[in-house]
């Protein structure tokens, strides 16, 4: 399974000028987590989280500002915290390609504690991955993934050979032919299936208890 396989595509995009109120009001509408930033030649240049818009956003409750004295006066020394993406936004920002394997989506995504990674041909954005995108993937309904697979197979060697039963994601395979190369071919067209835990393929004889 690829990037491409599971990303959110088009991608609602804004510019470093956006204002942040509207950034914010971006997520909001379209329930989402991030928003990449794109320059005028729509090149990825950075993307804007909602810790970024919340960051320093939130003035303290002046009923308690004595008690803050320091760190007010450390606010007013350093500005207030700018009105556009490109004053909060996260640059450089890590992007990888379509045909990025899934588990290095994951990978890369757990080690730098993102919640989502734009997915780029080049320099330009193609799609986006987030957290949400691959739990969805992991919940999708065994009889889909099933008639995907069917499907997959059918374009691979005819209808009607297969049985494929599908179970938690796990998918098992059996063929009324004995064909280790159709086998493994029918292995790799399930795996790349969304929402596919495992794959095993078997032949008439051969069928996993």
């Keep these: 399974m690829r990037a491409r396989d599971v990303m959110s595509a088009p991608v609602v995009t804004v510019t470093t000028e956006t204002l942040v109120k509207d950034a914010a009001k971006l997520l909001i509408d379209r329930d989402f987590t991030a928003l990449p930033v794109v320059d005028e030649d729509d090149r990825l240049i950075g993307i804007v989280t909602e810790a970024d818009l919340v960051r320093d956003r ?5 009923r308690f500002r004595h008690t803050y004295l320091a760190e007010l006066a450390e606010l007013a020394a ?3 915290p700018g009105n556009t993406v490109g004053a909060v936004m996260t640059t450089p920002v890590t992007a990888l390609s379509a045909g990025t394997d899934v ?3 994951v990978t890369v995504m757990l080690n730098e504690r993102v919640r989502a990674i734009p997915i780029v041909d080049g320099s330009t954005i193609v799609g986006i991955v987030t957290r949400r995108d691959l739990v969805r993937v992991l919940a999708r309904d065994d009889a889909a993934i099933a008639t995907e697979i069917r499907q997959r ?3 691979y060697a005819g209808p009607d050979r297969w049985t494929v039963q599908v179970h938690d994601g796990r998918v098992e395979i059996s063929d009324e032919f004995d064909n280790a190369t ?3 071919v029918a292995t790799v067209l399930a795996e790349a299936v969304p929402g596919v835990i495992s794959a095993h393929a078997s032949g008439p004889r051969q069928v996993r208890r």
């Design 58 to 62: 939130f003035p303290r409750d002046p």
């Design 78 to 80: 350093g500005g207030l």
């Design 103 to 105: 588990v290095e989506v």
């Design 153 to 155: 197979l059918a374009g």
């Design 182 to 184: 159709d086998r493994h």
